[in-house]
């Protein structure tokens, strides 16, 4: 039996919108070092479940912990240990890249030689560094992309939740974020995502879940989820 306290805790998630049940009764566990993937064709549930995980809507039943703690009961404490990065993410159009990471970086009290090496670190490794000092509003929807994924990884969160992370990324940034999403979970971390894409969910998570219609119809270790077909098999035949 694992004893760690986990790092994400859904029990008994409810969310309606009138008379509609968005999601519900939905239970899941996110450890430390799993990368869960989160899958559901579109208005199954996926984003409203999301949203509440980081505190930006509210729900109407249940409860949701990070690291322990009820978001319910203290916002505050869990965001200082998340990170979110919707699938399509606002940013300050008048600031330039270097000066949105800084606003970050203040905002999660990340040390100035800390940030420095992390901002360093990651813009280099996603080929961003020429594009600091430039305005936002100039950047390309994948430059976006890049700019708001090194701003959730600078205060090395505890969680990192991302809505639909590869859109808007070439291969090559594809491949390194996979490769920085393994090296945060590998620090203790656990990242909670959403994709469409079923290959990459297959390849990457070694936990799954699938919603369908507001409904958790398949979650656990990612090779008992697929037994023996690859998750699409499993995505397309579950629920019918």
């Known amino acids: 039996m694992d004893t760690r306290t986990p790092v994400l805790s ?8 009138g ?65 979110y990065v919707p699938d399509n993410p606002d940013v300050y159009d008048f600031l330039t890249g270097i000066q949105y990471l800084d606003y970050i970086a203040d905002i999660f009290e990340v040390p100035a030689a800390v940030r420095r ?26 430059m976006k992309q890049k700019v708001v994924l090194i701003g959730a990884l600078l205060h090395e969160p505890k969680l990192l939740v991302l809505d639909e992370p590869f859109v808007g990324l070439d291969p090559e940034a594809s491949y390194i974020l996979k490769g920085l999403m393994r090296e945060l979970t590998e620090r203790g971390s656990a990242i909670f995502f959403s994709s469409h894409v079923l290959e990459v969910v297959e390849k990457l998570c070694n936990k799954v879940a699938i919603i369908k219609a507001g409904k958790l119809i398949a979650d656990g270790p990612t090779e008992e989820v697929i037994g023996d077909s690859g998750l699409e098999a499993v995505f397309l035949g579950l629920g019918k």
């Open 10 to 17: 859904i029990e008994h998630f409810t969310k309606t919108f």
């Open 19 to 83: 008379s509609k049940r968005a999601v519900d009764d939905a239970s899941l566990t996110v450890m430390p070092g799993d990368i869960y993937g989160f899958v559901g064709h579109n208005g199954a549930g996926k984003t409203t479940l999301i949203r509440s995980v980081v505190g930006v809507a509210g729900f109407d039943g249940g409860t949701i912990r990070i690291d322990g703690t009820s978001i319910a009961a203290d916002p505050l404490a869990v965001k200082r240990i998340t990170a």
């Open 117 to 142: 090496e992390r901002i360093e670190r990651y813009a280099g490794k996603l080929s961003l560094t020429p594009a600091l000092g430039d305005l936002i509003s100039s950047y390309s929807h994948g």
